[in-house]
């Protein structure tokens, strides 16, 4: 990691300092990640978890730092399961995930691509390590992001986007320190491949030991930044940001500032960022397990059609992957599990 770099960074288009009226974003909260496991056992670092943030992430519904170094016959991945109502974006940076869906979608991801999946009305998907990981071992080093769709788009037909490494924009920092990769939104006149419904931007800095850069955030979006790898600081009152941690900014300004402490242990040499946010939808949220609706009712709904096999079907000559068979709460759903969260924001009150 990273898979995707430049021989001469300084070639690169630079990002422009800040103009002097422009404002900087405050940091208003910086969260560790919790320790979790996920589909078939494999470990995630979640900074999304910490309710303090969870009004301010809108768009985003949670950020997954999938990283392990596996022995052979330990990776795992995620068995067939469904979604409905959001998109899950899978930015690989080393290791090799296969994913395949029920939409007709699916690829193998590695070196640096993105796996963007519209869930839409629903479909039913898995996403696996290949088997040359499996048998011998390997680092895995990933995110995986989910983002909420808008109500009107909740039901749209499901579609997927292969985003190569290759394609991503590659930009570089005023003073020619930080390399840039825009994987999706606009940062100043440049733009990244990844076409979205919910307008967000997603990002991947490598600083270089005492780097610092500003980044231009479009004001009133959400703006959060996550350690991957590395220390250093955040926002222009230099909050320290250590590994695996999260910072939240406010809404009002007009850029982002991350700096690098002098000293990096990482293999890249770099301290290495992940930036992220968006336009707020302002929608109320239902959200039970691998389904984000509007209320409850469609909660109900989408396990229902889940259950009916209206998602979609196993592709065939597939069917002999593990399938992770409905939970009993799907066969009887009660209010119980259903999450409504519906804090200001979800109701269009407040920043």
Known sequence: MPAVTT?????????DAPAVEALPRRVGVVVDSQRALE???????????????????DPILMLDHMIAAYEPHEAKGAPWHPHRGFETVTYLMDGVFVHTDSHGGGGVIADGDTQWMTAGSGLLHDE????????NGGEFD?????????ARAKMHA??????KGQGLTLLTSADGGTLIRVI?????????????????????????????VRVPWVPGWSGMAYSLHGDGFVGDDR????????AVFSKDGNYLTVEAAGEQHHKTGAMEVILFGGEPIREPVAR?????????????QAMEDFRSGRMGQIPAGHEGRDYAPAPEEFNNPSNQGCEILFGPQWRGEGA
């Open 128 to 135: 696996l390590p290949s088997e040359h990981l499996v048998m």
């Open 158 to 163: 499901p579609r997927y986007q292969d985003i």
């Open 142 to 150: 990933g995110i995986q992001m989910w983002v909420n769709l808008p």
């Open 184 to 212: 999706a939104g606009r940062i100043g006149e440049y733009e990244g491949p990844g076409s979205t419904f919910s307008p967000i931007n997603l990002v991947h800095l490598s600083l270089a030991p005492g780097a610092q």
């Open 39 to 57: 589909g078939a056992g494999f470990p995630v670092r979640r900074p999304t978890a910490d309710p303090r943030v969870w009004d301010a992430l």
């Open 239 to 246: 909050r320290p940001l250590g590994e695996s941690q999260m």
């Open 7 to 15: 021989p001469d960074i300084l070639a690169l288009p630079r990002v």
């Open 288 to 300: 039970y397990g691998p389904f984000v609706m509007n209320t409850k009712e469609e909660i109900y």
